[in-house]
């Protein structure tokens, strides 16, 4: 019998002057097709069809030239500079932007043909580009998308691959910065009664976003073994995160696991539970004793979840953004994103003149700055706090009985204009 062949190792057949291959390859939406070489050897044939699948799966060859694509330039990119040389988030987002946006938008041109011209039309392209959900992209993802192929680009330039970097000439459109969401007070207060009222996990989980203003991953990632009922606090330094499968032929692209960081440093902190959030937490650990008595073995008791589907796995976010607008309609509130929740809470925080630097440190922000630029059209009460120092400042320049500054110190009106 005929020896039986491996999987992908593809068939030789002779000819007249040698041997035919035939070889089996994934394309761009990963079915399988073939290819075909020829060659005096078998060798010959084997090494001519590595240097051919490596072109037809947009893989970048060994011997690396700026007459590469872009596609392929950015798969060994992102196989030798990227995996294993930043965090996992990074290696996620960036693997996402690759095969989204620049290798469906840019990846078929040779590398060296990049301009910055031709760089500038893709940014507004991508500004212009469905979301998915009857918009366009948001200009943050257009800034991600520029970032990524700048490194990119950067690193061809710097292994001498391009001459230079066209991405330093390309002109970047204009992204305004959109104002934060965030719930009207009466909303606020609805949304939490009506989830309150409802009872499940799930409407608890958005409680807890209203009442904690932690981020999407964290709360997901949230483990009972971080939550300390007899301190009362709550200890928030890990987050869930979907990550890149290494197994080629697993089902799904992407793996959700619990990664031991957050998004800096600074998002790592300890926050104190008030007795409405402990009573919360108690309700859900009570709602999933009931599911471990349901489902015995089956409960994913490993992942210990404070937040979990009634199997005590991860929960799905597009399952959960579902479930949230279906919440919102059934409470007659308008839409809005999971993250606004974040802001809510940071919002009614503000309303009860709390100090900016405690909600920074609460939210878990790099620095204070961020707190300041991102709440600024919610802290009146902080403004005018500044203007009464300062008219107190005035007052003191002068003696005691002088309320005001005196008439004749202040310009005429004919002066205004000098």
């Not at 991405?167 to 204009?174: G, H, Q, S």
């Amino acid at each position: 019998m005929a020896k039986r062949r491996r999987n992908g190792e593809g068939c030789f057949s002779k000819n007249g002057n040698g041997f035919d291959y035939r070889f089996p390859y994934k394309d761009e939406c990963g079915k399988t097709k073939y290819g075909y070489v020829y060659g005096k050897t078998q060798e010959i044939c084997l090494e001519k069809a590595e240097k051919r699948k490596a072109e037809l799966e947009g893989r970048c060859p060994e011997d690396i030239t700026g007459n590469v694509t872009v596609e392929q330039w950015a798969n060994y990119w992102f196989d030798n500079y990227v995996v294993g040389h930043v965090k996992i988030t990074t290696i996620n987002d960036d693997r996402s932007i690759l095969d989204k946006h620049i290798i469906p938008g840019i990846g078929h041109r040779p590398l060296n043909s990049i301009k910055g011209l031709r760089l500038t039309k893709f940014y507004n392209d991508c500004l212009k580009k469905s979301n998915g959900r009857g918009g366009t992209l948001d200009p943050k993802t257009v800034k991600n998308i520029r970032a990524v192929v700048n490194r990119m680009f950067e690193c061809a330039y710097q292994n001498e691959l391009i001459k230079e970097n066209p991405n330093r000439k390309a002109k970047y459109p204009k992204c305004t910065k959109k104002e934060t969401q965030i719930l009207s007070q009466e909303d606020y207060d609805k949304l939490i009664k009506y989830c309150c009222e409802q009872g499940t996990q799930w409407d608890m989980l958005i409680v807890f976003f209203l009442c904690v203003g932690s981020r999407l991953g964290e709360t997901l990632g949230l483990q009972w073994s971080k939550i300390n009922f007899q301190k009362h606090e709550i200890r928030i330094d890990q987050q869930m995160q979907p990550v890149i499968h290494n197994d080629k032929t697993y089902k799904y692209k992407y793996k959700k696991q619990i990664i031991d960081f957050t998004k800096t440093k600074s998002s790592n902190r300890t926050i104190p539970m008030f007795p409405e959030v402990e009573q919360i937490l108690r309700h859900v650990r009570k709602l999933q004793a009931e599911n471990k008595m349901k489902l015995g073995q089956k409960y994913c008791r490993d992942l210990d979840l404070v937040f979990a589907r009634d199997d005590g796995y991860f929960i799905c976010d597009t399952t959960f953004r579902a479930f949230v607008n279906k919440r919102l309609a059934e409470a007659g509130i308008e839409h809005h994103k999971i993250h606004s929740f974040r802001h809510s809470c940071a919002t009614t925080l503000f309303e009860e003149k709390a100090d900016i630097k405690k909600v920074s440190k609460w939210l878990g922000h790099s620095c204070i700055g961020i707190t300041l630029d991102t709440y600024t059209h919610v802290l009146p009460h902080h403004l005018e706090e500044l203007a009464e120092l300062q008219s107190n400042r005035f007052k003191r320049i002068f003696s005691s009985n002088e309320k005001e500054i005196p008439d004749e110190m202040l310009p005429q009106q004919d002066d205004w204009g000098a």
